[in-house]
């Protein structure tokens, strides 16, 4: 499969909402989820399988009827963005949490504690990738979860310090990494948005751990930063920049992504990519309101006055897992109406 050549190609983040009947969204609604939920699931064991697969087509469709030029499976079997990855890694122990205050301060989370060495016992997405290459001709893209982000969302009580635990999910990562490209990934992806929690642990290995992820990956990479699902953290908690993104300069990642329609963000900073294709962000997911292409034409053009459109990506700021999926239907589609516009003005 060959990626899009044409200026300005459409994308998602990875997520698109799961139908009501597969899980249960009030459930799903309260948290992301660091351990299994499996009570979230409505179906019984032995139909689960078939029912994800069902669902994942009707993702896979409503990305192709909106336009996007290089689709995802929607992350339809996941219960988060980052637990199905981390809880199947040996060493870790998800079914006797740890209990953990959340960034936010005034929350318990329960999070898997890695007790012995972290180690990929087998694929845990090459089914998905499968799937999402068996039923799509276009251009076809898998996340994984960051191993900053995956070191940050556990309770280490086996390595030596943070960084050991960064070092041993990348070695993890790049495992899969390795496997989702000979599975047909033309993009393979990479969520790392605690590197902005915890900028000062994150300058000293982020850079690091996610190289060892990438090594030896050819097809494109990207890193994805975000301030958390709109769903989750309101619009007026969300800082203005990022506490950690020149740095990602540095990384052999290929594009970084990133939040900018909710949080407004100043697009100077984008000057401190130069050697990136930008991912970015322009549909605010805060709001319920479905934007008109216009509107996200000009944030597409806001973009353009940052970076030369050879190197922009449209994309929804976050994953859309959270959201009435009508609405992220409409929003897709005003987001590939406003990127042909845009494209037709370049000539």
């Known amino acids: 499969m060959n ?34 939920m499996h009570a979230m699931w409505r ?34 079997r996941r219960e988060s963005y980052s637990n199905r990855f981390s809880t199947a890694l040996e060493g870790v122990d998800a079914d006797n949490p740890a209990v ?26 090459l089914h ?6 068996k039923n ?55 969520d790392e948005p605690w590197v902005r929690n915890n900028p000062d642990l994150a300058k000293r290995y982020a850079v690091k751990a996610i190289n060892r992820a990438l090594e030896g990956i050819t097809v494109p990479t990207v ?12 619009g007026s908690t969300k800082p203005a920049g990022y506490s950690f993104l020149a740095e990602l300069d540095d990384t052999i990642a290929d594009q970084i992504s990133i939040e900018a329609a909710q ?7 984008l000057r401190d990519l130069s050697s990136k294709k930008i991912m970015l962000g322009v549909l605010d997911l805060g709001n319920p309101e479905i934007e008109s292409a216009s509107v996200v034409a000009d944030r597409i053009r806001n973009g353009l006055k940052h970076v030369p459109a050879e190197r922009l990506v449209v994309a929804p700021d976050c994953g859309m897992k959270y959201m009435p999926r009508q609405v992220a239907f409409g929003k897709l589609k005003a987001m590939c109406d406003a990127a042909a516009m845009v494209r037709r003005e370049l000539g």
């Open 3 to 36: 990626l899009p050549t044409h200026l300005l190609p459409t994308t998602v983040v990875g997520s698109y909402p799961q139908p009501e009947w597969l899980v249960d969204r009030a459930m799903l609604s309260k948290s992301v989820p660091r351990t299994r």
């Open 100 to 125: 953990i205050t959340a960034r936010t301060g005034n929350t318990q989370t329960p999070v898997p504690r890695v007790v012995g060495p972290v180690r990929r016992r087998g694929p845990v997405e």
């Open 223 to 234: 890193v994805h930063l975000c301030f958390g699902y709109a769903a989750v953290v309101p």
């Open 128 to 133: 998905d990738m499968q799937f999402l290459r």
């Open 136 to 190: 799509t001709d276009r251009a076809a893209k898998i996340t994984l979860p960051g191993p900053f982000t995956m070191s940050q969302q556990a309770k280490n009580e086996f390595y030596k310090d943070d960084e050991e635990l960064a070092m041993a999910f990348a070695e993890a990562v790049n495992a899969e990494a390795r496997d989702l490209e000979k599975a047909g990934a033309d993009v393979i992806q990479l």
């Open 263 to 269: 949080p407004k963000l100043d697009l100077g900073v």
């Open 43 to 76: 179906l019984p064991a032995e139909h689960l399988e078939e029912a994800q697969d069902d669902a994942t087509i009707v993702a896979i469709r409503d990305m192709e009827r909106a336009g996007i030029d290089i689709v995802t499976d929607g992350e339809i």
